[in-house]
Nanobody, 120 residues
Framework: QLQLVESGGGLVQPGGSLRLSCTAS????????MTWFRQVPGKEREGVSC??????GTNYADSVKGRFTISRDNATVYLQMNSLKPEDTAIYFC???????????????WGKGTLVTVSS
């Protein structure tokens, strides 16, 4: 059983930066595509970014391209968020899917989320 724990959320001013981390335990992370989603209460969950199991392929939602960067090592996936905007405010979830290539579907495991609030 793969367990995912997010951290790094918090309150930041517009234009600021945060780095989210998703630490995995229980199984080898390099067998999984890793994905960040976000959700605002009352709205649908949105795929933000994903990274292939090898780390060689990444994808970003149009709303975060050029501002967010996803990366991974053996046990952790990171989301570096720069130039944050109020509309980035959401709960951010980490998720894993067995396989090789990016895609915002068919997640096998989810974390519980970390809250990011962008406000002055």
């Amino acid at each position: 059983q793969l367990q995912l724990v997010e951290s790094g959320g918090g309150l930041v001013q517009p234009g600021g930066s945060l780095r989210l981390s998703c630490t995995a335990s229980g199984l080898r992370l390099d067998a999984y595509v890793m994905t960040w989603f976000r959700q605002v209460p009352g709205k649908e969950r949105e795929g933000v970014s994903c990274i292939s199991s090898s780390g060689g392929g990444t994808n970003y939602a149009d709303s975060v391209k050029g501002r967010f960067t996803i990366s991974r090592d053996n046990a952790t996936v990171y989301l570096q968020m720069n130039s944050l905007k109020p509309e980035d405010t959401a709960i951010y979830f980490c998720a894993a899917r067995g396989g090789r290539y990016c895609g915002y579907y068919g997640m096998d495991y989810w974390g519980k989320g970390t809250l990011v609030t962008v406000s002055s």
